[in-house]
């Protein structure tokens, strides 16, 4: 009796997973309470890099200034990425991994270690595990090649952390990091609050940030930030995606672009992002953006801009080209890139 329903299950998953080939994921419904569900995507990349800032398979908030300029090209697949849901009643399980995990070689196999991405436990309003963090606005990313885009002006973490939501309220305390201090005091979680407004219209958020660090002679810093996000729609499926994060953010801001304490102080940073996107017909589509990020101590100043073209082949299938630029400012260094990409979503 027990292999009957098993292989009727077996049977049933198989013919939800045939049907949500035509979706953005695939559901097995196991019983009225319980369902998994697997998602993600694959993409190519195809990339091209000539300046004098080092090639990156994408940009980040630093790179390495050439003594003269270089030329490089790269061909991979790491940003396809894998996840899985299981939702039973009021609770879901979430976890998601890519391969940015580095490994392998260009000699031979171009193998990749796969990473963790997310993890986490949901119940009715309480989250816990890591995920983006709830001071990121994931609705304010724009559409690129380039992997999220200008990161300079993005808020772009994810760390452990427990939120609760009421409402449009979200309250979190998130895995404390002092980069650049003493990370062993690290003995008080950072906390953020946010607030969601959302209509018709789009949707924007306004975030704040409170945290304490420690700088490497011991001293006890409190530092605090700020953050406004959005996705506005304008005409017809047209949007415009913003963002505006000033005060001592550090490592939350441009991935990588400066550090929470220089020396002895706190970082000061302002960042800022905007990206508009057209629709030229129902799947062709063009993202102009710009994003910058400056840091008062340690002087740093970096931003980059692009243009990209994307086309839905399928509900599922895109393809599209992106040329942009990353600027160094305070080392006078640059690079032009060029990157392809055709992605299938899953």
Not at 38 to 67: M, N, Q, S
Not at 168 to 187: A, C, R
Not at 255 to 280: I, M, N, Q, S
Not at 320 to 333: H, L, T, Y
Request: glycine letters at 12%; zero cysteines; charged letters at 20%.
């Amino acid at each position: 009796m027990f292999s009957n329903k098993l292989k009727k299950l077996l049977i049933s998953s198989s013919l939800l997973v045939a049907a949500g080939a035509a979706n953005a994921g695939y559901d097995i419904k196991l019983t009225d309470e319980d369902k998994i569900s697997f998602g993600g995507y694959i993409k190519v990349d195809a990339r091209y890099v000539d300046g004098d800032v080092a090639y990156r398979p994408f940009w980040i908030g630093t790179g390495t200034k050439l003594d003269e300029s270089k030329s490089n090209f790269g061909l991979f697949a790491n940003e396809t990425r894998f996840n899985m849901k299981y939702t039973h009643g009021e609770v879901m399980g979430f976890i998601e991994m890519d391969f940015w995990g580095g490994g392998g070689n260009e000699i031979i196999s171009n193998s990749a270690n796969p990473r963790i991405r997310h993890a986490f436990i949901k119940y009715k309003d309480v989250l816990a595990g890591q995920t983006w963090s709830t001071f990121m606005n994931t609705s304010a990313i724009p559409e690129s090649a380039d992997f999220a885009g200008a990161t300079t002006g993005l808020v772009f973490i994810r760390q452990g952390q427990v939120r609760y939501t009421m409402g449009n309220f979200q309250v979190s305390i998130e895995n404390p990091e002092t980069w650049g201090g003493e990370t062993g005091n690290d003995t008080v979680p950072d906390v953020v609050g946010r607030y969601n407004l959302k209509g018709d219209w789009g949707s924007v958020s306004f975030s704040a940030l409170g945290r304490q660090l420690h700088t490497e002679l011991g001293n006890t810093e409190t530092a605090i930030g700020g953050s406004i996000a959005g996705r506005i729609k304008t005409f017809g499926k047209d949007d415009f995606r913003f963002q505006l994060h000033q005060g001592q953010l550090g490592r939350y801001v441009g991935v990588a672009f400066t550090k929470d304490v220089v020396g002895e102080e706190v970082e000061e940073t302002t960042a800022y992002l905007a990206a508009y996107r057209h629709f030229w017909t129902e799947t062709l589509r063009t993202t102009v953006l710009y994003g910058r990020a400056e840091a008062d101590v340690s002087g740093n100043d970096r931003s980059q801009w692009s243009v990209n073209l994307f086309q839905n082949l399928t509900k599922q299938l895109s393809v599209g080209g992106e040329v942009g630029q990353f600027i160094m400012d305070d080392q006078d260094a640059d690079s032009m890139y060029v990157q392809l990409s055709m992605k299938y979503v899953l």
